[in-house]
């Protein structure tokens, strides 16, 4: 019994880490290019299963890469957020509608795109 604890708490750490791996899914709400189209902003909600709260993310790729089944690497919301996405400049996006939804990731830079962010 003693080494099954060490066990489980191993695998779990590793499905928190990870994002959950298969038990979490991605669905795109919106995709905004940049004005060159060189990159784009995309706004997704993550479903990790009925014992997580479904959140709002975004996550801003090379117009190449493909959203891949991992958390965003620019901004994590708990909840389901209205959020609105502009492009200010090739390298300048602003993200908006955050409210007072509670955040659990806030990146100024993501992508080689500086990021801002308004309520």
């Known amino acids: ?23 979490c899914r991605n669905d795109q709400v919106t995709v905004v290019p940049s004005p ?3 990159t784009r902003a995309i ?5 990790c299963g ?3 709260e479904r959140n709002t993310q975004v996550a801003v790729l090379p117009h190449s890469a493909q959203l891949a089944n991992i958390p965003g690497n620019a901004l994590i919301l708990g909840g ?3 959020l609105k996405v502009r492009w ?9 509608g955050l409210g007072s939804a509670r955040v659990f990731k806030q990146q100024d830079n993501a992508a080689d795109v500086t990021l801002t962010y308004e309520k």
């Open 36 to 38: 060159s189209g060189k």
């Open 88 to 96: 200010d400049s090739d390298t300048t996006v602003t993200v908006s």
């Open 80 to 82: 389901d957020v209205p």
């Open 50 to 52: 009925p014992t997580t």
């Open 1 to 23: 019994m003693k080494r099954l604890f060490p066990g489980l708490f191993v695998a779990a750490l590793a499905i928190v880490v990870t994002g959950c791996g298969d038990m």
């Open 43 to 47: 706004v997704f909600h993550r479903n």
